[in-house]
Protein backbone atom coordinates (compact mmCIF):
# COMPACT_ATOMS: atom_id res chain seq x y z
CA UNK A 1 0.00 0.00 0.00
CA UNK A 2 1.40 3.41 -0.98
CA UNK A 3 2.41 6.13 1.23
CA UNK A 4 -0.20 8.30 2.58
CA UNK A 5 -0.38 11.41 0.51
CA UNK A 6 0.12 15.02 1.64
CA UNK A 7 -0.64 18.28 -0.11
CA UNK A 8 1.02 21.60 1.03
CA UNK A 9 -0.31 24.56 -0.29
CA UNK A 10 2.14 27.70 0.65
CA UNK A 11 2.84 30.80 -1.01
CA UNK A 12 6.66 30.89 0.83
CA UNK A 13 9.08 28.45 -1.15
CA UNK A 14 11.08 28.24 2.26
CA UNK A 15 7.97 26.65 4.02
CA UNK A 16 6.76 24.64 1.34
CA UNK A 17 10.38 23.36 1.26
CA UNK A 18 10.99 22.45 4.81
CA UNK A 19 7.06 20.90 5.07
CA UNK A 20 7.43 18.53 2.44
CA UNK A 21 11.43 17.88 4.31
CA UNK A 22 9.41 16.84 7.33
CA UNK A 23 6.50 14.87 6.11
CA UNK A 24 8.99 12.93 3.55
CA UNK A 25 11.14 11.70 6.44
CA UNK A 26 8.05 10.68 8.22
CA UNK A 27 7.32 8.50 5.40
CA UNK A 28 4.88 10.58 3.85
CA UNK A 29 4.12 11.08 -0.07
CA UNK A 30 4.48 14.96 -0.47
CA UNK A 31 3.04 17.15 -3.26
CA UNK A 32 3.58 20.92 -3.04
CA UNK A 33 1.66 23.87 -4.69
CA UNK A 34 2.18 27.53 -4.88
CA UNK A 35 -1.38 29.43 -4.93
CA UNK A 36 -4.78 28.38 -4.70
CA UNK A 37 -4.91 27.86 -8.67
CA UNK A 38 -2.18 25.37 -8.33
CA UNK A 39 -3.59 23.48 -5.56
CA UNK A 40 -7.12 23.33 -6.96
CA UNK A 41 -5.90 21.72 -10.23
CA UNK A 42 -3.73 19.05 -8.08
CA UNK A 43 -6.97 18.19 -6.43
CA UNK A 44 -8.42 17.68 -9.39
CA UNK A 45 -6.24 14.92 -10.96
CA UNK A 46 -5.05 13.20 -7.15
CA UNK A 47 -6.99 12.09 -4.49
CA UNK A 48 -4.35 13.54 -1.06
CA UNK A 49 -4.83 11.91 2.58
CA UNK A 50 -4.57 15.34 3.99
CA UNK A 51 -4.30 19.15 2.76
CA UNK A 52 -1.62 21.77 4.85
CA UNK A 53 -3.37 25.02 3.33
CA UNK A 54 -1.74 28.51 4.18
CA UNK A 55 -4.36 31.24 4.88
CA UNK A 56 -2.53 34.20 3.49
CA UNK A 57 -2.12 33.62 -0.53
CA UNK A 58 -2.09 36.67 -3.24
CA UNK A 59 -4.49 34.74 -5.73
CA UNK A 60 -7.28 33.46 -3.33
CA UNK A 61 -6.96 33.25 0.67
CA UNK A 62 -7.32 29.67 1.90
CA UNK A 63 -10.24 30.34 4.48
CA UNK A 64 -12.03 31.14 0.95
CA UNK A 65 -10.88 27.89 -1.25
CA UNK A 66 -11.55 26.11 1.89
CA UNK A 67 -15.36 26.56 2.05
CA UNK A 68 -15.09 26.34 -2.08
CA UNK A 69 -13.80 22.77 -1.47
CA UNK A 70 -16.21 21.82 1.18
CA UNK A 71 -19.29 23.14 -0.41
CA UNK A 72 -18.63 21.76 -4.08
CA UNK A 73 -17.49 18.34 -2.12
CA UNK A 74 -14.06 18.39 -4.24
CA UNK A 75 -12.20 17.92 -1.21
CA UNK A 76 -12.81 14.73 1.48
CA UNK A 77 -10.03 14.37 3.26
CA UNK A 78 -8.97 16.71 6.53
CA UNK A 79 -7.61 20.24 6.05
CA UNK A 80 -5.46 21.77 8.55
CA UNK A 81 -5.10 26.06 8.25
CA UNK A 82 -1.38 27.46 8.77
CA UNK A 83 -0.92 31.00 9.03
CA UNK A 84 2.05 33.24 10.71
CA UNK A 85 -1.16 35.97 11.46
CA UNK A 86 -3.43 34.17 12.39
CA UNK A 87 -6.62 35.18 14.96
CA UNK A 88 -8.95 33.48 17.18
CA UNK A 89 -11.44 34.63 14.97
CA UNK A 90 -9.42 33.26 11.97
CA UNK A 91 -9.22 29.84 13.81
CA UNK A 92 -12.86 29.91 14.66
CA UNK A 93 -13.98 30.64 11.03
CA UNK A 94 -11.35 27.88 9.65
CA UNK A 95 -13.32 24.89 11.75
CA UNK A 96 -16.65 26.38 11.24
CA UNK A 97 -16.00 25.85 7.63
CA UNK A 98 -14.90 22.36 8.29
CA UNK A 99 -10.74 22.83 8.83
CA UNK A 100 -9.04 19.86 10.92
CA UNK A 101 -7.32 22.22 12.94
CA UNK A 102 -4.97 25.25 12.63
CA UNK A 103 -1.06 25.63 13.27
CA UNK A 104 0.62 29.39 13.65
CA UNK A 105 3.45 29.87 11.93
CA UNK A 106 7.03 29.48 12.23
CA UNK A 107 6.05 25.85 12.27
CA UNK A 108 7.72 23.45 14.99
CA UNK A 109 8.25 19.57 13.89
CA UNK A 110 6.60 18.31 16.73
CA UNK A 111 3.58 20.30 16.50
CA UNK A 112 3.41 19.45 12.63
CA UNK A 113 4.04 15.83 12.83
CA UNK A 114 1.74 15.72 15.89
CA UNK A 115 -1.18 17.96 13.98
CA UNK A 116 -0.78 15.90 10.89
CA UNK A 117 -0.54 12.16 12.54
CA UNK A 118 -3.82 12.98 14.36
CA UNK A 119 -5.79 14.43 10.73
CA UNK A 120 -4.27 11.03 8.85
CA UNK A 121 -6.10 9.06 11.69
CA UNK A 122 -9.30 10.59 11.41
CA UNK A 123 -9.09 9.95 7.58
CA UNK A 124 -11.76 6.79 7.00
CA UNK A 125 -9.10 5.33 5.06
CA UNK A 126 -6.44 5.83 7.43
CA UNK A 127 -7.33 2.67 9.61
CA UNK A 128 -6.43 0.29 6.39
CA UNK A 129 -3.46 2.44 5.14
CA UNK A 130 -1.50 1.59 8.51
CA UNK A 131 -2.10 -2.18 8.63
CA UNK A 132 -0.68 -2.71 5.05
CA UNK A 133 2.23 0.10 4.82
CA UNK A 134 5.60 -1.97 4.93
CA UNK A 135 4.24 -5.56 4.28
CA UNK A 136 6.22 -5.09 1.09
CA UNK A 137 9.39 -6.59 2.62
CA UNK A 138 8.92 -8.01 5.55
CA UNK A 139 9.35 -11.76 5.40
CA UNK A 140 13.36 -11.78 5.69
CA UNK A 141 15.15 -12.93 2.06
CA UNK A 142 17.18 -15.41 1.40
CA UNK A 143 17.36 -19.46 1.11
CA UNK A 144 20.61 -19.75 3.09
CA UNK A 145 20.74 -21.86 6.54
CA UNK A 146 20.84 -18.45 8.64
CA UNK A 147 18.09 -16.92 6.91
CA UNK A 148 16.08 -19.91 6.97
CA UNK A 149 17.28 -20.05 10.91
CA UNK A 150 15.60 -16.53 11.35
CA UNK A 151 12.22 -17.28 9.77
CA UNK A 152 12.16 -19.94 11.93
CA UNK A 153 13.01 -18.24 15.13
CA UNK A 154 10.78 -15.58 13.90
CA UNK A 155 7.85 -17.60 13.81
CA UNK A 156 8.36 -19.66 17.25
CA UNK A 157 8.48 -16.17 19.04
CA UNK A 158 5.46 -15.10 17.10
CA UNK A 159 3.52 -18.04 19.21
CA UNK A 160 4.86 -16.52 22.37
CA UNK A 161 3.53 -14.05 24.58
CA UNK A 162 6.88 -13.07 26.03
CA UNK A 163 8.72 -10.45 24.73
CA UNK A 164 11.08 -10.23 22.32
CA UNK A 165 14.75 -8.63 22.22
CA UNK A 166 15.96 -8.04 18.35
CA UNK A 167 19.56 -7.81 18.38
CA UNK A 168 21.27 -6.94 14.64
CA UNK A 169 24.20 -4.17 13.32
CA UNK A 170 22.71 -1.43 11.77
CA UNK A 171 21.13 -1.79 8.55
CA UNK A 172 20.36 -5.62 9.36
CA UNK A 173 16.80 -4.91 9.26
CA UNK A 174 16.05 -4.81 13.03
CA UNK A 175 12.60 -2.78 12.83
CA UNK A 176 11.25 -4.93 9.76
CA UNK A 177 11.56 -8.53 11.72
CA UNK A 178 9.54 -6.67 14.43
CA UNK A 179 6.51 -6.05 12.09
CA UNK A 180 7.38 -9.52 10.40
CA UNK A 181 7.08 -11.06 13.56
CA UNK A 182 4.18 -9.14 14.83
CA UNK A 183 2.48 -10.17 11.78
CA UNK A 184 2.79 -13.28 12.76
CA UNK A 185 1.29 -13.40 15.99
CA UNK A 186 -2.39 -13.56 16.87
CA UNK A 187 -2.17 -9.66 17.60
CA UNK A 188 -1.73 -8.33 14.10
CA UNK A 189 -4.96 -7.18 14.01
CA UNK A 190 -3.86 -5.09 16.59
CA UNK A 191 -1.11 -2.07 15.55
CA UNK A 192 2.52 -2.55 16.22
CA UNK A 193 2.92 0.62 18.30
CA UNK A 194 6.55 2.09 17.52
CA UNK A 195 8.55 4.22 20.34
CA UNK A 196 10.74 6.59 19.18
CA UNK A 197 14.24 6.87 21.67
CA UNK A 198 14.07 10.77 21.15
CA UNK A 199 11.45 10.90 23.61
CA UNK A 200 13.71 9.74 26.44
CA UNK A 201 16.85 12.14 24.86
CA UNK A 202 15.34 14.88 25.66
CA UNK A 203 14.45 13.79 29.82
CA UNK A 204 16.67 16.26 31.75
CA UNK A 205 16.88 13.92 34.77
CA UNK A 206 14.05 15.46 37.16
CA UNK A 207 11.71 13.07 38.68
CA UNK A 208 8.74 15.00 37.20
CA UNK A 209 10.09 14.20 33.83
CA UNK A 210 10.16 10.65 34.22
CA UNK A 211 6.77 10.35 35.92
CA UNK A 212 5.57 12.37 32.96
CA UNK A 213 6.98 9.86 30.85
CA UNK A 214 5.57 6.81 32.77
CA UNK A 215 2.47 8.23 32.51
CA UNK A 216 2.72 8.23 28.89
CA UNK A 217 4.16 5.25 28.57
CA UNK A 218 1.19 2.86 30.54
CA UNK A 219 -1.42 5.18 28.41
CA UNK A 220 0.17 4.03 25.12
CA UNK A 221 0.22 0.41 26.83
CA UNK A 222 -3.75 0.86 27.88
CA UNK A 223 -4.60 1.60 24.36
CA UNK A 224 -2.90 -0.66 22.41
CA UNK A 225 -4.51 -3.36 24.38
CA UNK A 226 -3.59 -6.83 23.36
CA UNK A 227 -1.34 -5.23 20.72
CA UNK A 228 2.63 -4.80 21.22
CA UNK A 229 4.90 -1.94 22.10
CA UNK A 230 7.75 -1.70 20.24
CA UNK A 231 11.12 0.45 21.84
CA UNK A 232 13.29 1.04 18.35
CA UNK A 233 17.13 1.74 18.74
CA UNK A 234 17.51 1.49 21.69
CA UNK A 235 21.20 1.84 21.72
CA UNK A 236 20.68 5.52 20.82
CA UNK A 237 19.40 6.18 23.81
CA UNK A 238 22.21 8.16 25.65
CA UNK A 239 23.77 5.99 28.19
CA UNK A 240 22.98 7.61 31.72
CA UNK A 241 18.84 7.39 30.67
CA UNK A 242 19.30 3.34 29.09
CA UNK A 243 20.24 2.49 33.00
CA UNK A 244 17.03 4.39 34.22
CA UNK A 245 14.41 3.58 31.36
CA UNK A 246 15.26 -0.25 32.03
CA UNK A 247 14.22 0.41 35.50
CA UNK A 248 11.04 1.86 34.49
CA UNK A 249 10.27 -0.80 32.34
CA UNK A 250 10.99 -3.63 35.10
CA UNK A 251 8.85 -1.11 37.53
CA UNK A 252 6.05 -1.69 34.70
CA UNK A 253 6.82 -5.05 34.27
CA UNK A 254 6.53 -6.11 37.97
CA UNK A 255 3.41 -4.06 38.12
CA UNK A 256 1.82 -6.40 35.65
CA UNK A 257 1.50 -3.87 33.60
CA UNK A 258 2.38 -5.30 30.15
CA UNK A 259 0.24 -8.53 31.50
CA UNK A 260 -3.17 -6.50 32.48
CA UNK A 261 -3.31 -4.96 29.08
CA UNK A 262 -1.85 -7.92 27.38
CA UNK A 263 0.82 -6.41 25.52
CA UNK A 264 4.07 -7.45 24.10
CA UNK A 265 7.33 -5.65 24.39
CA UNK A 266 9.74 -5.76 21.72
CA UNK A 267 12.96 -3.95 22.03
CA UNK A 268 16.06 -3.37 19.42
CA UNK A 269 19.32 -2.75 19.95
CA UNK A 270 22.82 -2.97 18.02
CA UNK A 271 25.14 -5.93 18.44
CA UNK A 272 27.34 -3.55 19.93
CA UNK A 273 24.88 -2.79 23.06
CA UNK A 274 26.85 -3.09 26.34
CA UNK A 275 26.68 -6.83 28.05
CA UNK A 276 25.18 -5.12 31.32
CA UNK A 277 21.95 -3.79 29.63
CA UNK A 278 21.27 -6.34 27.35
CA UNK A 279 21.60 -9.04 30.16
CA UNK A 280 19.26 -6.55 32.16
CA UNK A 281 16.66 -7.37 29.08
CA UNK A 282 17.18 -11.37 29.21
CA UNK A 283 17.34 -11.81 32.19
CA UNK A 284 15.11 -8.97 34.14
CA UNK A 285 12.26 -9.60 31.51
CA UNK A 286 12.86 -12.96 30.75
CA UNK A 287 12.85 -11.72 27.35
CA UNK A 288 13.35 -14.01 24.04
CA UNK A 289 16.49 -13.45 21.83
CA UNK A 290 17.14 -13.19 18.52
CA UNK A 291 19.72 -12.16 16.35
CA UNK A 292 19.92 -10.95 12.76
CA UNK A 293 23.17 -11.92 10.77
CA UNK A 294 25.11 -9.50 9.15
CA UNK A 295 25.53 -9.45 5.86
CA UNK A 296 29.03 -10.44 5.10
CA UNK A 297 27.75 -14.02 7.00
CA UNK A 298 25.22 -14.51 4.52
CA UNK A 299 26.59 -13.76 1.26
CA UNK A 300 25.33 -16.40 -0.72
CA UNK A 301 21.61 -14.55 -0.67
CA UNK A 302 22.96 -11.82 -2.01
CA UNK A 303 21.58 -12.57 -5.48
CA UNK A 304 17.82 -13.08 -4.26
CA UNK A 305 18.40 -9.77 -2.17
CA UNK A 306 19.42 -7.92 -5.59
CA UNK A 307 16.54 -9.65 -7.79
CA UNK A 308 13.94 -8.66 -4.58
CA UNK A 309 14.98 -4.90 -4.32
CA UNK A 310 15.29 -4.70 -8.37
CA UNK A 311 11.72 -5.84 -8.00
CA UNK A 312 10.48 -3.82 -5.05
CA UNK A 313 11.89 -0.30 -6.78
CA UNK A 314 10.26 -1.01 -10.07
CA UNK A 315 6.67 -2.37 -8.13
CA UNK A 316 6.99 0.72 -5.64
CA UNK A 317 8.86 3.55 -7.66
CA UNK A 318 8.55 3.04 -10.75
CA UNK A 319 12.12 2.49 -11.26
CA UNK A 320 12.77 1.36 -14.61
CA UNK A 321 13.59 -2.30 -14.82
CA UNK A 322 17.25 -3.11 -15.09
CA UNK A 323 19.03 -6.38 -14.46
CA UNK A 324 22.20 -7.64 -12.72
CA UNK A 325 25.20 -8.86 -15.00
CA UNK A 326 26.87 -12.06 -13.55
CA UNK A 327 29.99 -9.95 -13.55
CA UNK A 328 28.12 -6.78 -11.84
CA UNK A 329 26.66 -9.37 -9.08
CA UNK A 330 30.32 -11.29 -8.47
CA UNK A 331 31.40 -7.52 -7.50
CA UNK A 332 28.50 -7.59 -4.66
CA UNK A 333 29.76 -10.92 -3.68
CA UNK A 334 33.30 -10.07 -3.15
CA UNK A 335 31.97 -6.63 -1.07
CA UNK A 336 32.27 -5.97 2.94
CA UNK A 337 28.67 -4.68 3.57
CA UNK A 338 29.50 -2.65 6.81
CA UNK A 339 26.59 -0.96 6.10
CA UNK A 340 24.13 -4.42 6.26
CA UNK A 341 20.66 -4.70 4.10
CA UNK A 342 20.58 -1.18 3.90
CA UNK A 343 23.57 -0.09 2.22
CA UNK A 344 23.08 -3.08 -0.48
CA UNK A 345 19.39 -1.29 -0.94
CA UNK A 346 21.02 2.33 -1.21
CA UNK A 347 23.80 0.99 -3.62
CA UNK A 348 20.83 -0.85 -6.06
CA UNK A 349 18.53 2.33 -5.69
CA UNK A 350 21.57 4.70 -7.10
CA UNK A 351 21.85 2.05 -9.88
CA UNK A 352 18.37 2.20 -10.83
CA UNK A 353 18.23 5.98 -10.59
CA UNK A 354 21.51 7.31 -13.07
CA UNK A 355 20.82 3.99 -15.42
CA UNK A 356 18.85 3.80 -18.34
CA UNK A 357 17.10 0.29 -19.45
CA UNK A 358 20.48 -1.38 -20.11
CA UNK A 359 22.10 -4.31 -17.83
CA UNK A 360 23.75 -3.18 -14.43
CA UNK A 361 27.54 -3.58 -15.42
CA UNK A 362 30.57 -4.14 -13.17
CA UNK A 363 31.48 -0.44 -13.87
CA UNK A 364 28.90 0.81 -12.81
CA UNK A 365 29.14 -1.30 -9.12
CA UNK A 366 32.73 -0.67 -8.88
CA UNK A 367 32.56 2.98 -9.17
CA UNK A 368 29.54 3.43 -6.55
CA UNK A 369 31.13 0.95 -3.81
CA UNK A 370 34.61 2.82 -4.60
CA UNK A 371 32.93 6.21 -3.77
CA UNK A 372 31.28 5.29 -0.43
CA UNK A 373 35.31 3.94 0.55
CA UNK A 374 36.85 7.30 -0.42
CA UNK A 375 35.34 9.56 2.48
CA UNK A 376 36.52 6.77 4.42
CA UNK A 377 40.27 6.98 3.70
CA UNK A 378 40.39 11.04 3.54
CA UNK A 379 38.56 11.70 6.88
CA UNK A 380 42.21 11.81 9.18
CA UNK A 381 43.26 14.09 5.99
CA UNK A 382 40.46 15.78 6.09
CA UNK A 383 39.97 16.87 9.81
CA UNK A 384 44.00 17.55 9.60
CA UNK A 385 43.24 20.16 7.23
CA UNK A 386 41.04 21.94 9.20
CA UNK A 387 43.78 22.80 11.64
CA UNK A 388 44.87 25.20 8.69
CA UNK A 389 41.33 27.28 8.46
CA UNK A 390 39.87 30.08 10.50
CA UNK A 391 37.43 29.35 12.76
CA UNK A 392 34.37 30.07 11.79
CA UNK A 393 35.13 27.78 8.49
CA UNK A 394 36.67 24.95 10.50
CA UNK A 395 33.60 24.75 12.44
CA UNK A 396 31.51 24.62 9.58
CA UNK A 397 33.43 22.14 7.55
CA UNK A 398 33.64 19.59 10.72
CA UNK A 399 29.56 20.20 11.21
CA UNK A 400 29.05 19.40 7.42
CA UNK A 401 31.48 16.19 7.86
CA UNK A 402 30.28 15.04 11.30
CA UNK A 403 26.24 15.24 9.86
CA UNK A 404 27.32 13.50 6.44
CA UNK A 405 29.10 10.54 8.60
CA UNK A 406 25.89 10.53 10.73
CA UNK A 407 23.28 10.59 7.97
CA UNK A 408 25.56 7.76 6.25
CA UNK A 409 24.81 5.92 9.82
CA UNK A 410 20.76 6.15 10.44
CA UNK A 411 20.66 6.12 6.10
CA UNK A 412 19.64 9.22 5.24
CA UNK A 413 16.54 9.52 7.95
CA UNK A 414 16.77 13.03 9.45
CA UNK A 415 14.25 11.87 12.46
CA UNK A 416 17.19 9.62 13.23
CA UNK A 417 19.82 12.03 13.04
CA UNK A 418 17.75 14.47 15.13
CA UNK A 419 18.29 11.78 18.35
CA UNK A 420 21.69 10.70 17.57
CA UNK A 421 22.94 14.70 17.34
CA UNK A 422 20.61 15.44 20.35
CA UNK A 423 18.95 18.51 17.79
CA UNK A 424 15.39 19.21 17.51
CA UNK A 425 13.94 18.54 14.02
CA UNK A 426 13.53 21.84 13.07
CA UNK A 427 16.45 23.35 13.92
CA UNK A 428 18.49 20.38 12.11
CA UNK A 429 16.59 21.09 8.66
CA UNK A 430 18.01 24.31 8.85
CA UNK A 431 21.36 23.58 9.94
CA UNK A 432 21.11 20.71 7.12
CA UNK A 433 20.19 23.57 4.26
CA UNK A 434 23.01 25.75 5.90
CA UNK A 435 25.63 23.26 5.09
CA UNK A 436 24.20 22.58 1.42
CA UNK A 437 23.36 18.84 2.69
CA UNK A 438 20.69 17.19 0.75
CA UNK A 439 19.74 14.41 3.42
CA UNK A 440 18.08 12.45 0.35
CA UNK A 441 21.53 11.97 -1.45
Known amino acids: ?????????????????????ILSDEGYKVAVAKNAKSACEKVENTEYDLILLDIWMPD??????????????KVDC???????????ETAVEATRLGAFGFIEKPLTTAKLISTAHKALDAH?????VREDKGSDWLMPV??????????????????????????????????KLAHYIH??????KRPLLMISCKRFNELDGSDIGWASIKSELIESIRKNQSGAIYLENFNAIKEPIQQRLVDLLQQLQDANVFQRFDVRLTVGVSSEISKKVRSLFHIGFGML??????????????????????????????????KCSIAAQNAFLHHHWPGNLTELKGVLQQLLIIGGEQEIELKEVQQILQSQQEPENKASAGLDNLFNLPLREAREAFEKHYLIRQLEKVDGSVTRLAEVVGMERTNLYRKLRALGINSKQ
Open 78 to 88: PIIMMSGHGTV
Open 1 to 21: MPAEKILVVDDEPDICTLVSE
Open 142 to 175: GSSDLIEELITNSKRCAKQNASILIQGEEGSGRT
Open 60 to 73: QDGITLLKEWKENH
Open 124 to 128: PQKEQ
Open 289 to 322: RIELPPLRDHKEDIPDLINHFIDYFCSNENYPYR
Open 183 to 188: QLSERS
